[in-house]
C-alpha cells in the first residue's frame, strides 16, 4: 500500500487529497514540477515522498553519489516555496545526504523500506494516532567526504573540543566535524529529561558488577516511548578505546508527566575489550559513564574506578 493510499485509508472523508507525481527517482527533467506545484499551492500541507528504488540497494549496489538521486532535492525546494508545511518521508535502504531537506522540511520521517502495510503504518505516524520512538543505528553523514563516520570513533592526538576552534585539530576545515544525524537519534511527539544519575558503586574489583540508575520524565503533552542509551569511555588502556562504546539501552514507554528509574547493569564483559593477545580482557582504570537519547546527547555523566 502507498503512502497515498494509506492516507486516504486513514482518513477517509475527513480530508482531500491531491497526487502529483512531480519526478522519478531516475527523471533528468523537471516537467512533472508544475502539476507538483499547482497542488501544494492549493494544499494546507505537504506529504512528499522521495528517496532511492528498492533495487539501489544491497549486494553489490554501492553509490559514489549518495544524495538523492534524480531532481528530487529540487523538486522539493520548488515546493517548499511554495510557503506551505512539508513533511518529507525518505524511503532509502542507506543513509543519504539531503542537507537542503534536512534545513528547510518541517518535518522527516526516514521510513527505510518498509512492506506492504507500510502506506498504513507511515499514515498512524503522520495523523500522530502512533509515537515514534526509532533511533538511527548509524550516523548520517553530511557529505561523502566524511565517510566514514562513526560514533565510536578512537581519540587522537589533537581532537576537537570546541567546533570553533579547529587550528591544528584533527578536523575537516570546510565542514563540521559532526555528523548531520547522529548514531542513536531519533525525534517523538513528546519530550524527555534525564536526571539524578547514580552508581551503587563508584569503585569496583574486577569481576564485580556495578549498576547505574536514573530517572526519566516525560516532559510533553503525549504518552511516548524513548530508546535510554548507556555510554562508557575507557580514559586509560594499554591498547586505544573509542570516545562512547555502547553498552546498554532500554526502551521505556511513560505517559505526560510520569517519570521511570531505569537501572542499567554494567558486568565485567561490558567493560572488557579485545587486546594485542587476542583475548578478552579488563584493565584497572577511570571510566566514564554516560547516559543520553543519543551519542550527541549526553545528559547524565559519571566516574567509575575499576580496581585490580
Same mark, same amino acid.
Given at each position: 500500500?502507498?503512502?497515498?493510499?494509506?492516507?486516504?485509508?486513514?482518513?477517509?472523508?475527513?480530508?482531500? +487529497?491531491?497526487?502529483?507525481?512531480? #519526478? #522519478?527517482?531516475?527523471?533528468?527533467? #523537471?516537467?512533472?514540477?508544475?502539476?507538483?506545484?499547482?497542488?501544494?499551492? @492549493?494544499?494546507?500541507?505537504?506529504?512528499?515522498?522521495?528517496?532511492?528504488?528498492?533495487?539501489?540497494?544491497?549486494?553489490?549496489?554501492?553509490?559514489?553519489?549518495?544524495?538523492?538521486?534524480?531532481?528530487?532535492?529540487?523538486?522539493?525546494?520548488?515546493?517548499?516555496?511554495?510557503? @506551505?508545511?512539508?513533511?518529507?518521508?525518505?524511503?532509502?535502504?542507506?543513509?543519504?545526504?539531503?542537507?537542503?531537506?534536512?534545513?528547510?522540511?518541517?518535518?522527516?520521517?526516514?521510513?527505510?523500506?518498509?512492506?506492504?502495510?507500510?502506506?498504513?503504518?507511515?499514515?498512524?505516524?503522520?495523523?500522530?494516532?502512533?509515537?515514534?520512538?526509532?533511533?538511527?543505528?548509524?550516523?548520517?553523514?553530511?557529505?561523502?567526504?566524511?565517510?566514514?563516520?562513526?560514533?565510536?570513533?578512537?581519540?587522537?592526538?589533537?581532537?576537537?573540543?570546541?567546533?570553533?576552534?579547529?587550528?591544528?585539530?584533527?578536523?575537516?576545515?570546510?565542514?563540521?566535524?559532526?555528523?548531520?544525524?547522529?548514531?542513536?537519534?531519533?525525534?517523538?511527539?513528546?519530550?524527555?529529561?534525564?536526571?539524578?544519575?547514580?552508581?551503587?558503586?563508584?569503585?569496583?574489583?574486577?569481576?564485580?558488577?556495578? @549498576?547505574?540508575?536514573?530517572? %526519566?520524565?516525560?516532559?510533553?503533552?503525549?504518552?511516548?516511548?524513548?530508546?535510554?542509551?548507556?555510554?562508557?569511555?575507557?580514559?586509560?588502556?594499554?591498547?586505544?578505546?573509542?570516545?562512547?562504546?555502547?553498552?546498554? +539501552?532500554?526502551?521505556?514507554?511513560?505517559?505526560?508527566?510520569?517519570?521511570?528509574?531505569?537501572?542499567?547493569? %554494567?558486568?565485567?564483559?561490558? %567493560?572488557?575489550?579485545?587486546?594485542?593477545?587476542?583475548?578478552?580482557?579488563?584493565?584497572?582504570?577511570?571510566?566514564?559513564?554516560?547516559?543520553?537519547?543519543?551519542?550527541?546527547?549526553?545528559?547524565?555523566?559519571?566516574?567509575?574506578?575499576?580496581?585490580?
Amino acid at each position: 500500500m502507498s503512502v497515498y493510499e494509506g492516507l486516504q485509508h486513514k482518513f477517509g472523508d475527513q480530508t482531500k +487529497f491531491t497526487y502529483a507525481q512531480g #519526478t #522519478t527517482v531516475s527523471d533528468s527533467s #523537471t516537467a512533472g514540477f508544475s502539476a507538483a506545484i499547482a497542488n501544494a499551492k @492549493k494544499a494546507d500541507a505537504v506529504v512528499m515522498v522521495l528517496g532511492e528504488t528498492w533495487d539501489m540497494s544491497g549486494e553489490s549496489k554501492s553509490r559514489t553519489d549518495i544524495s538523492l538521486p534524480g531532481k528530487q532535492e529540487e523538486l522539493f525546494n520548488a515546493i517548499k516555496a511554495t510557503g @506551505k508545511p512539508v513533511i518529507v518521508v525518505v524511503m532509502a535502504g542507506r543513509p543519504l545526504v539531503f542537507n537542503s531537506i534536512a534545513d528547510k522540511a518541517d518535518a522527516i520521517v526516514y521510513a527505510w523500506f518498509l512492506g506492504d502495510q507500510g502506506g498504513n503504518a507511515i499514515a498512524n505516524v503522520l495523523s500522530g494516532d502512533y509515537n515514534p520512538s526509532g533511533k538511527l543505528p548509524m550516523s548520517f553523514p553530511r557529505n561523502v567526504g566524511q565517510i566514514p563516520i562513526f560514533y565510536n570513533y578512537y581519540n587522537t592526538g589533537r581532537p576537537v573540543t570546541k567546533p570553533t576552534d579547529i587550528r591544528y585539530r584533527s578536523a575537516y576545515i570546510d565542514s563540521p566535524n559532526d555528523p548531520r544525524f547522529a548514531f542513536g537519534y531519533g525525534l517523538s511527539y513528546t519530550t524527555f529529561a534525564y536526571s539524578n544519575l547514580k552508581l551503587d558503586q563508584t569503585a569496583i574489583n574486577k569481576g564485580e558488577k556495578v @549498576k547505574v540508575s536514573f530517572t %526519566l520524565t516525560n516532559t510533553g503533552k503525549v504518552a511516548g516511548e524513548e530508546v535510554a542509551q548507556l555510554y562508557i569511555h575507557d580514559k586509560f588502556a594499554s591498547v586505544v578505546r573509542p570516545v562512547k562504546e555502547l553498552k546498554d +539501552f532500554a526502551k521505556v514507554k511513560l505517559n505526560p508527566g510520569e517519570s521511570k528509574i531505569i537501572t542499567f547493569e %554494567l558486568t565485567p564483559a561490558k %567493560l572488557a575489550f579485545y587486546q594485542e593477545k587476542l583475548g578478552w580482557t579488563t584493565e584497572a582504570g577511570d571510566f566514564k559513564i554516560m547516559v543520553g537519547g543519543s551519542s550527541d546527547a549526553i545528559k547524565l555523566e559519571g566516574n567509575l574506578e575499576l580496581r585490580n
